[in-house]
């Protein structure tokens, strides 16, 4: 299959799926993963060798546009009102499924704890790439926004993974052997790897809202602009291992808090930029799903999942114990926090590539958890945001 061929099913294929799936109140991204699924199986073996250069860097960029959206849309007044529970969220959950897993791996499947371990963590990220969308458009019809749950939801996926990914890394080092990591050194890398995600976005953030409030540029060379940059902190993150999409999320924080006019602009764009970016970013991920791989994890591979979720959602509930927020509020963030699929794509054939023994098992859990929580955690998001919800103007 050449590209044009393939560019025609991704984006034509993904948003006549989206509709369908809307015609029968489902979420139109549910419908775009099926069809990356249907691609991957189909013409699995067919799909041009340049996609998989490609794929990770499409996906990136599609997440960075929504994580933009989204910090242009959180003003200080309703960070405020998220308060603390949007700091618990980053963390507690994660850990609760995390550990969880670790021990239900190990007992299970008979995982050493190394290797429990870092499928347990890579297993517990939530996806900013379900979740963000969902919220956002939960934040734009008014639902929630009386106790800022949109965006505790949305500033805690966006560093859960932070968290995820560090003992991950850990993990996946005392596996394999590589080099020897102590708890303590893991511990540091949280606060350092967001503090060096955080501070180039406040240096870029404070320096855009500068230069925006002072030119007369046009409202596109400013989304060029952004967007560059923005992808330029990223894949600098990567390098250094920071929270480098927390650093996104807080350049559009700043350009409403100091250059208001234009982030209302520049949202609007990005909010049309996304309309593209959203087909290319679900199709994709339902291109990385392997139903057969996915069924070699089997029956106890699920138990294993659903398992995980339970301490998550017992995570969720005591890091918004404290809050303002009301029963059903809290049930929807527990609904809100299952979604997985873009750090399960991303890192679920790392073990494999590293040649652990347990490689191919764990890239069937990675599998199986997005084909599980995805859709079921955007069907709950759709159908459970606008009952548990209260719509405030």
């Keep these: 299959m050449n590209l044009g061929i393939l560019f025609f099913l991704i984006l034509f294929g993904g948003w006549a799926a989206g509709r369908l799936t809307q015609r029968i109140k489902l979420p139109a991204v549910l419908g775009m993963v099926l069809v990356g699924v249907a691609i991957g199986y189909f013409f699995g073996n067919n799909l041009p060798a340049s996609l998989n250069e490609s794929s990770n860097f499409l996906k990136t960029l599609a997440l960075i546009i929504i994580l933009l959206k989204a910090g242009l849309g959180i003003s200080r007044s309703t960070l405020n009102r998220a308060g603390l529970s949007a700091l618990l969220m980053t963390f507690i959950p994660c850990i609760f499924e995390g550990a969880a897993l670790t021990v239900i791996l190990n007992y299970l499947f008979g995982f050493d704890w190394a290797v429990a371990g870092l499928t347990g963590f890579m297993l517990a990220a ?111 993150g990567e390098m250094i291992e920071s929270a480098a999409l927390l650093g996104v999320m807080t350049v559009g924080f700043l350009l409403l808090e100091r250059a208001e006019s234009s982030a209302v602009e520049l949202s609007g764009q990005f909010g049309k930029i996304w309309f593209f970016a959203q087909i290319l970013l679900f199709v994709l991920i339902g291109l990385s799903v392997n139903i057969e791989v996915a069924l070699g994890a089997g029956f106890t591979g699920l138990m294993a999942i659903a398992g995980g979720l339970v301490f998550r959602s017992i995570g969720v509930l005591i890091a918004t114990q404290f809050s303002s927020l009301s029963f059903k509020e809290r049930i929807f963030c527990v609904i809100a926090y299952c979604p997985k699929a873009t750090v399960q794509a991303a890192l679920g054939g790392a073990a494999l590539a590293a040649g652990l023994p347990e490689g191919e098992l764990i890239l069937a859990l990675a599998v199986l958890a997005i084909v599980f929580t995805a859709p079921m955690g955007l069907i709950g998001i759709n159908v459970f945001g606008t009952k548990l919800l209260s719509r405030d103007y």
Excluded: H
Excluded at 191 to 216: D, E, M, N, Q
């Design 126 to 236: 939530v996806s900013p790439a379900v979740v963000v969308p969902s919220m956002l458009e939960l934040q734009s019809k008014g639902y929630g926004q009386k106790n800022a749950v949109p965006t505790i939801v949305l500033a805690g996926a966006s560093v859960d993974d932070v968290f995820a990914i560090t003992f991950f890394s850990v993990c996946m080092g005392l596996a394999t052997a590589e080099e020897s990591i102590s708890i303590g050194s893991a511990l540091l890398a949280i606060p350092v790897s967001i503090i060096t995600g955080l501070l180039p976005g406040i240096i870029v953030g404070l320096f855009l809202a500068w230069l925006f409030k002072r030119s007369k540029m046009p409202v596109v060379e400013k989304v060029l602009i952004l967007l560059t940059v923005a992808v330029a902190m990223v894949e600098i």
